[in-house]
């Protein structure tokens, strides 16, 4: 017979052979070290969290690969970049959607201060410097308390829409940071900027609305034209239209008043009426109302609302009349997409909606 194998001292060169080849080092590589300059607030309905700012550049966006990931629709996959360098940071804007710092749109880049609220599509950033925000409030510059969602106490001020009804400058209140869903200026962003997403679908609704405004003879056009809207905007349920009655917005009063279903009575929301004017925004706005006026509801049984609110304008960009428009339960939520095309036909309503004769 021939020379058997030895597999066993076969298998024991193996082993030393691999032994010998594999080097491991003697502990693991050290992690480069980074050293965080600031923090960002990262603020919502249900949580808050600190998010630290090493020295370079954050970016942040929709993408999973953005270091402050923010998981919405309405926000880009690279929507903004915060740089840090030699103890200060600053903000750029990278979205056409825009960002909003302090209540303005970002225009290129700004230096950032401790206490900027930064808003990117429905998310609220507050940044800190130095030392991280605590999670239960900060000493010198504080935002208003959120309200717990559904309180029925904490809900936006919201009365029935009788035509004729006073709204007052008296009304024009805070609208609380966890009510907002999503802003456009109208001061900073011109009506065509808006026509440049889903551009078609937009014009075409233009002008199925300017024909019906066309087609519809005095004195129903404003109501036919309100009418109107719910054809696109199914999940609609009320609008209501306020006009100034005093220069300068001091007051307003509910102008028309219409709900898809005849048994149910619109509502109007004051605060957001005089808001919207005043500061020439459109809101998109969530709530939750009680079912009945002075009803204590569990937060179960209390019915949801999205509401949109744009203003109409002058020729000279002046607001002179609120859209308000409204969806509940079971309707689903309004979002930018139809915050931007209400903005849009409403400047539609200023050809049969009359400018006061004080404009």
Known sequence: MGDRIDRSANIDRLMTYSMTALTLPAF???RRETHVMAFLKRTS???????????????????????????????SKIHAVIECCSGSCTLRNESSKGTIINGDKLQGTRQLLPGDQIRIGWENLTYFDAAPPEIDGDSDRSPR?????????????????RPGRAIRVESAAFIAEDKVRGEISLRDQSIASLATTDSVRKLSQMLRLS??????????????????????FPQASQIVLAKETVPGFQAFSVSLAHCRAASSAAMVCDDVIMQTARMNKCFLLADQWRNEPGEKPRLSAMGRVSLMSVPIQTVQGNCYAVLQMISGDPGPEFDMGDLERLAILAQLLAIVV???SSR
Request: charged letters at 25%.
């Open 28 to 30: 693991p590589p050290r």
């Open 211 to 232: 024909r019906i405004i066309r087609d519809r003879g005095e004195p129903d056009q404003v109501e036919a034209a309100i009418v109107a809207l719910y054809q696109f």
């Open 145 to 161: 308390p959120a309200s717990r969602p559904g309180d029925p106490d904490d809900s936006i001020s919201h009365k029935t829409a």
């Open 45 to 75: 309905n249900e949580s808050v969290q600190v998010i630290p700012l090493p020295d370079g550049t954050t970016t942040i966006g929709r993408s999973r690969l953005c270091d402050v990931n923010l998981r919405s629709p309405v926000v």
């Open 354 to 356: 009359p400018v006061p």
